[in-house]
């Protein structure tokens, strides 16, 4: 195997198995004859291509549950390292959270309202997605709801542990008396939390690994087809 | 019916073609300007495939690997023809009635509003 056809290959991951099940074969196929002989890896427009049609065959509610994930690992990883610098009088409402620079501590505020406001329309899209009447249906929606569960428990449990530096300023919310600052106390558990939000995230992938309703178009198998070997 | 999906069909014109082919052949057809990308390309040829505008014609095994070629079923055939001639009207608003066009307007610049 060429470096090209293995890098090619790995790239289809891009898609769902069910789709490389029937697909990947014929696309690798494509992809070599179409990059100019002698090159190592896929051109950029190729990589660019593969990876929006997997994230369009993988689905919008794939997608949205998996940026929901994406935004819980990053905010508990973002309080995990905001607990590694020593503390400030700047530091309240949230605590830590006014840590420089700017720009990021504002990302991190907006990713909490995006995943709360996420959480209600992306759990109700996956049932729809998953379709209970379907054999075997109930049974991915209800690990599509035990799924959900976990993820609002990691959400509650990062809210209590990152909530520890302002219980040593004496104020449930936080450091507002100006005199108050200190050193680190680095939150280890906010990084558990973190790498459960990102296990959580392959979870939800498993879950919804089925095509999408309306997906018959690349189950050309059934099709009736002259086979002929060259 | 955007332009790389219409040089997708016109491609398969000629007859049933592989997934290589059909790019190389959209690239002639288009003067080069469509390029196609493979993950595009597979994107379109499903979509195609499921509103019955493209079919699976054949399966061969190439270098042991699966290549399968495409070809346009009837109602693709018409779909494409109507957007040629959809086009082509459009088309002939300027080539044609070019004069016309402009003889309506300073016609009506001309009225009294």
């Given amino acids: ?230 | 019916m955007r332009e790389p999906t219409y040089f997708v069909l016109a491609s398969l014109l000629d007859g049933p073609l592989h997934g290589y082919a059909i790019i190389q052949r959209t690239g002639e057809l288009s003067g080069g300007r469509v390029r196609l990308a493979t993950g595009t390309l597979y994107t379109a040829l499903d979509r195609l495939t499921a509103e019955g505008y493209v079919e699976l014609v054949r399966e061969e095994i190439v270098n042991g690997r699966a290549r399968r070629s495409y070809g346009l079923t009837p109602p693709g055939a018409s779909a494409l023809r109507a957007e040629a001639t959809r086009m082509a009207d459009a088309a002939r608003l300027v080539t044609d009635g070019g004069r016309d066009l402009k003889a309506g307007r300073s016609a009506r610049k001309a009225s009294p509003a």
């Fill in chain 1, 1 to 230: 195997m060429s470096p090209l056809e293995r890098r090619c290959h790995w790239l289809l991951h891009a898609y769902p198995a069910w789709y490389r099940r029937n697909r990947a074969d014929e696309m690798l196929g494509t992809l070599l004859e179409a990059s100019p002989p002698g090159s190592r890896w896929p051109s950029f427009r190729d990589v660019r291509a593969l990876v929006i049609g997997g994230l369009r065959v993988r689905g919008w509610v794939w997608w949205l549950s998996i940026l929901w994930v994406v935004l819980g690992a990053a905010i508990t990883g973002y309080t995990f390292f905001v607990t590694t610098k020593p503390f400030t009088n700047a530091d309240f409402w949230i605590p830590l959270w006014n840590t420089e620079p700017k720009v990021v501590s504002i990302a991190a505020y907006l990713s909490v309202a995006a995943s709360v406001l996420l959480t209600i329309p992306v759990l109700v899209a996956g049932f729809v997605r998953l379709r209970v009447s379907e054999p075997r249906g109930w049974l991915r929606a209800a690990a599509w709801a035990g799924a959900w569960v976990a993820g609002l428990a990691l959400m509650r449990q990062a809210g209590i542990w990152s909530e520890y530096p302002a219980t040593r300023c004496g104020n449930a919310m936080g450091c507002i008396v100006p005199q108050d600052s200190g050193p680190a106390i680095v939150s280890w558990g906010e990084l558990a939390i973190c790498a459960a939000w990102l296990a959580l995230g392959a979870v939800m992938t498993q879950i919804l690994a089925g095509p999408a309703h309306g997906w018959d178009a690349p189950d050309t198998s059934s099709r009736p087809s002259r086979k002929a070997s060259l």
